[in-house]
């Protein structure tokens, strides 16, 4: 099979329209390995201040896309290309550093459940087309059917032309 790395634009600090941030590991996940009982939902990591305080401080960098953090979750790895505060852009690696241990659910499967898309029809290009139309709160209604969470690493990227890591 192919794999994919998702490449998207990103800055260190929220700004502008860079406002969805992507986590490095919280240390309590870090320092119980699974089994362990489940850590926040992704609907309780966007709402609950509890949870909020949890990931403060974790930010490794900030995208404009929701959508673009969820194919970044679901790839489980991909590039930011960063323009830093002197114009410098650096382009690194987001590498899976584990999850909140809930369930993945496909938002696909849910736009479907929902009468949103068809079974045939379901497909990124789609989902992406749908959550442009539906409006910020639709789109996180979909964005929290799926409560699983994925943080990440950042790896320096010194061949910029390297393809995608995987497991082999």
Same mark, same amino acid.
């Given at each position: 099979?192919?794999?994919?790395?998702?490449?998207?634009?990103?800055?260190?600090?929220?700004?502008?329209?860079?406002?969805?941030?992507?986590?490095?590991?919280?240390?309590?996940?870090?320092?119980?390995?699974?089994?362990?009982?489940?850590?926040?939902?992704?609907?309780?990591?966007?709402?609950? &201040? @509890?949870? /909020?305080?949890?990931?403060?401080?974790?930010?490794? %960098?900030?995208?404009?896309?929701? *959508?673009? #953090?969820?194919?970044?979750?679901?790839?489980?790895?991909?590039?930011?290309?960063?323009?830093?505060?002197?114009?410098?852009?650096?382009?690194?690696?987001?590498?899976?550093?584990?999850?909140?241990?809930?369930?993945?659910?496909?938002?696909?499967?849910?736009?479907?459940?929902?009468?949103?898309?068809?079974?045939?029809?379901?497909?990124? &290009? @789609?989902? /992406?087309?749908?959550?442009?139309?539906?409006?910020? %709160?639709?789109?996180?209604?979909? *964005?929290? #059917?799926?409560?699983?969470?994925?943080?990440?690493?950042?790896?320096?990227?010194?061949?910029?032309?390297?393809?995608?890591?995987?497991?082999?």
């Amino acid at each position: 099979t192919g794999y994919f790395e998702p490449s998207l634009e990103a800055s260190r600090q929220p700004r502008g329209n860079f406002r969805v941030p992507l986590h490095a590991a919280p240390a309590e996940l870090m320092a119980n390995p699974p089994p362990r009982k489940p850590w926040y939902t992704r609907q309780q990591l966007d709402t609950l &201040p @509890a949870a /909020r305080a949890a990931l403060r401080g974790l930010e490794i %960098a900030w995208i404009e896309n929701p *959508l673009d #953090a969820l194919v970044l979750q679901i790839q489980g790895s991909g590039r930011l290309r960063i323009t830093e505060p002197d114009g410098r852009v650096q382009t690194v690696r987001l590498a899976f550093a584990g999850h909140n241990d809930q369930p993945y659910r496909s938002v696909g499967r849910w736009l479907i459940d929902q009468g949103e898309l068809r079974a045939d029809g379901a497909s990124w &290009p @789609a989902i /992406r087309q749908w959550g442009e139309r539906a409006g910020p %709160a639709r789109l996180q209604q979909m *964005l929290w #059917a799926n409560p699983r969470v994925v943080f990440f690493r950042e790896e320096p990227l010194p061949d910029d032309g390297a393809g995608p890591r995987g497991a082999q």
